[in-house]
Antibody, heavy 116, light 109 residues
Framework: QVQLVQSGAEVKKPGSSVKVSCKAS????????LTWVRQAPGQGLEWMGG????????NYAQSFQGRVTITADKFTSTAYMELSSLTSKDTAMYYC?????????WGRGTTVTVSS | EIVLTQSPATLSLSPGERTTLSCRAS??????LAWYQQRPGQAPRLLIY???NRATGIPARFSGSGSGTDFTLTISPLEPEDVAVYYC???????????FGGGTKVEVK
């Protein structure tokens, strides 16, 4: 059974970038999509974008266009989400999830704190 | 852009009761609507996909229905462990474009 293992918590300065990884274990990243969702403290879920690792096709939410890059390495079954130009508003929990056809497997989340 | 509006924002019910959560889309959508449960301090968990299909391991007391612009998640009977925030989510296209509703918080008296 597939599990998604995310990288550890990050603390970043405003204006910097963060790169979060999500590694699939128990199954390779095949023809499903891998998506990223974030949740600010006390807030709801916000879709950021996703990728189909087998083809590299990616798409992004309009609110993150130009600031987020999602990539995947199908050989290591690892996906990455990089968010640039960080501000305090980017302080949140970041989740990766498999979409087949809904988000049936989730990572535990990675906390990103942006603070000067 | 399609907007999903969930109502009510909060529900407070007793164990054993039946509860209905609503998710309304700003325009007619396909049936690629899912529901998630997020307990405090946990990642979301898939309950229902494609409007009415229960995900693996989800108890039969959770059911989904709807079409067009109006979709519903029903929990019957409500159990104490159902305390959580419930989100509806739409998927369109492939790679998928996803949209979430704002969530409904369920409290058990």
């Amino acid at each position: 059974q597939v599990q998604l293992v995310q990288s550890g918590a990050e603390v970043k300065k405003p204006g910097s970038s963060v790169k979060v990884s999500c590694k699939a274990s128990g199954e390779t990243l095949r023809n499903f999509a891998l998506t990223w969702v974030r949740q600010a403290p006390g807030q709801g879920l916000e879709w950021m974008g996703g990728i189909i690792p087998s083809s590299g096709a990616a798409n992004y939410a309009q609110s993150f266009q130009g600031r987020v890059t999602i990539t995947a390495d199908k050989f290591t079954s690892t996906a990455y989400m990089e968010l640039s130009s960080l501000t305090s508003k980017d302080t949140a929990m970041y989740y990766c999830a498999r979409v087949t056809p809904a988000m049936d497997v989730w990572g535990r989340g990675t906390t990103v704190t942006v603070s000067s | 852009e399609i907007v999903l509006t969930q109502s009510p924002a909060t529900l407070s019910l007793s164990p054993g009761e039946r509860t209905t959560l609503s998710c309304r889309a700003s325009q007619n959508i396909n049936n690629f609507l899912a529901w998630y449960q997020q307990r405090p301090g946990q990642a979301p968990r898939l309950l229902i996909y494609d409007t009415f299909n229960r995900a693996t391991g989800i108890p039969a007391r959770f059911s989904g229905s709807g079409s067009g612009t109006d979709f519903t998640l029903t929990i019957s009977p409500l159990e104490p462990e159902d305390v959580a925030v419930y989100y509806c989510q739409l998927r369109i296209n492939w790679p998928p474009v996803l949209t979430f509703g704002g969530g409904t918080k369920v409290e058990v008296k």
